[in-house]
């Protein structure tokens, strides 16, 4: 009897890890990307409904960076490379969009800030990346992210040396929403 009690011990315990151990992995990404929204860290930003109250005389250069992932037919770039701010100061780039194909195509853009370190004090106030975008047949946007760099950053033991942050947008092809799918050319016909 004791050898059966043993054995259903070690099976409610190897239950047990499996349990756990999938419960993390389930929770590991939600609070990965929680743990990243809150500090920055990987490079993730800030987000904010207004810019920064203080504006410091030291200047920041900001590089902007546009890349796809495979397959993604959009032609997709930033409408200037680079621009200089003063730390603190608002700052509005434009990236280019057109979808060269004959059918509507949605899009959702993940982004990152290099220097991992500037992640937490890039402060994004409006971004075409809080939204899937959605572009017709031949139909060309310019998007909008308005910024600035947190005066904080001159505070921190590491950030404070950074003189360059790269902003990068990768955009993605995603499903089209029910409204933009009933509306395909295909569809209008029947």
Known sequence: MSQMSGNKKTVLQTVAVVVVMGSLAWASVPFYNWFCSVTGFGGTTGVAEAGSDTVLERKMTIRFDASKDRGMPWEFKPM???MELKIG???????????PTDRPIAGTASYNVVPYD???????????????????????????????????????RDAKYIHHITLSYTFHETELPKVEARLMPETLGQ
């Not at 100061?89 to 979808?99: D, I």
């Open 80 to 82: 200037v490379r680079e």
């Open 89 to 99: 100061e608002t700052g509005l780039a434009f990236y280019e969009a057109y979808n």
């Open 118 to 156: 500037a992640g937490g004090f890039f402060t994004k106030i409006d971004c075409f990346c809080f939204e899937e975008q959605v572009l017709q047949p031949g139909e060309r946007v310019q998007m909008p992210v308005t910024f600035y760099v947190d005066p904080e950053i001159v505070d921190d």
